[in-house]
């Protein structure tokens, strides 16, 4: 089982940059396919990025491509997310989310294990 943990979030002007971290602690990261979702308020969970367990493939919704970077440390059992050029269609609570598994997914219920969010918040 993994806790996960996120942080980073906070107020941003239209433009900017944001950094979002995930720790977990638990078993076997490295062995977890990792991803990033967000909810805005009124909306459904949406699929931001994913990473697979080893690092070596990522995906990213056509809404952040460009724009943000998913990547990880397993050494230091973190995940990140970089976000640039932000706007105010970004603001959201950011969810990171894992489970193991051969596939990565872009649905929600993919994934058993979540942390609590972080809020993010874009002004024009």
């Known amino acids: 089982q993994v806790q996960l943990e996120e942080s980073g979030g906070g107020f941003v002007q239209a433009g900017g940059s944001l950094r979002l971290s995930c720790a977990a602690s638990?078993?076997?990261?490295?062995?977890?396919?990792l991803a990033w979702f967000r909810q805005a308020p009124g909306k459904e969970r949406e699929f931001v990025a994913a990473?697979?367990?080893?690092?070596?493939?990522?995906y990213y919704a056509a809404s952040v491509k460009g724009r943000f970077t998913i990547s990880r440390d397993n050494a230091k059992n973190t995940l990140y997310l970089q976000m640039r050029s932000l706007e105010p269609e970004d603001t959201a609570v950011y969810y990171c989310?894992?489970?193991?598994?051969?596939?990565?997914?872009?649905?929600?219920?993919?994934?058993?294990?979540w942390g609590q969010g972080t809020q993010v918040t874009v002004s024009s």
């Open positions: 989310a894992g489970d193991s598994g051969s596939y990565v997914y872009e649905q929600s219920s993919f994934y058993r294990y």
């Open positions: 638990g078993r076997a990261f490295i062995n977890y396919n």
């Open positions: 990473i697979k367990s080893g690092g070596s493939s990522t």
